[in-house]
């Protein structure tokens, strides 16, 4: 089946500390994207990569970093420089072909104790 | 500022009515809408698009309108059904710019049985 996965579901860590989220998608879409979604607000865009070895920030890309190796996979490392980790992070890629229509995987619910 | 906006943050429809959810925009460069379903600690599910050169979109019970001069789409669900309770999203862009597409703040439906 194809789609998006994003691993793992729930994640907690310390404060201070680095933690990668995985994204990995089998849709062959050139496109892949990392959104945070906190309660009571939309989607944010975080950064994007339109094609492999290739990224841009987002509208909040302080505290984040990202790479681009493989087409498939787009890991989102957020550092212990973002100040309010906490949050519900939503990975998603999309095709020109298809008019950039964005598909999303699951979510990682990150935690910061 | 913010360029796509969800004024209702929440709806409820009795089961069978039509749910009408609106979204305004701001930018006038946007060519590409779409809404999403969300539910808690899911990805958004992609529901339907559409493009600037056209002002219906239909697909079963859902459609979507555009009004280009108002800046204002709404996605109308005929009839609505328990399982439609979700967060809805719209989501615009320009296409000939970048990959990006702006999200606005949701809204959500609950559908009465």
């Known amino acids: 089946d194809g789609g998006i996965t994003q691993s793992p579901k729930y994640l907690f860590r310390k404060e201070g500390q680095n933690v990668t989220l995985s994204c990995e998608q089998n849709l062959n879409h050139d496109a892949m994207y990392w959104y945070r979604q906190d309660p009571g607000q939309g989607l944010r865009l975080i950064y994007y990569?339109?094609?492999?070895?290739?990224?841009q920030k987002g509208d909040i890309a302080e505290g984040y970093s990202v790479s681009r190796e493989k087409k498939e996979s787009f890991p989102l490392t957020v550092t212990s420089a973002q100040k309010n980790p906490t949050a519900f992070y939503l990975c998603?890629?999309?095709?020109?072909?298809?008019?950039?229509?964005?598909?999303f995987g699951p979510g990682t619910r990150l935690t910061v104790l | 500022d913010q360029q796509v906006k969800q004024n209702s943050p929440s709806l409820s429809v009795q089961e069978g009515r039509i749910s009408i959810l609106n979204c305004d925009y701001t930018?006038?460069?946007?060519?590409?809408f779409l809404w999403y379903k969300k539910y808690p600690a899911e990805g958004p599910t992609f529901l339907i698009s559409i493009s600037s050169i056209k002002d219906k979109n239909e697909d079963g019970r859902f459609t979507v309108f555009l009004n280009k001069s108002a800046k204002h789409l709404s996605l109308h669900i005929v009839p609505s059904q328990p399982g439609d309770s979700a967060v809805y999203f719209c989501?615009?862009?320009?296409?000939?710019?970048?990959?990006?597409?702006?999200f606005g703040t949701g809204t959500r439906l609950k559908v009465l049985a």
């Open positions: 989501a615009a862009s320009a296409q000939k710019g970048t990959y990006k597409y702006i």
């Open positions: 990569s339109q094609i492999v070895n290739d990224f």
């Open positions: 930018n006038s460069m946007f060519d590409y």
């Open positions: 998603a890629s999309s095709n020109r072909l298809a008019k950039n229509t964005q598909y």
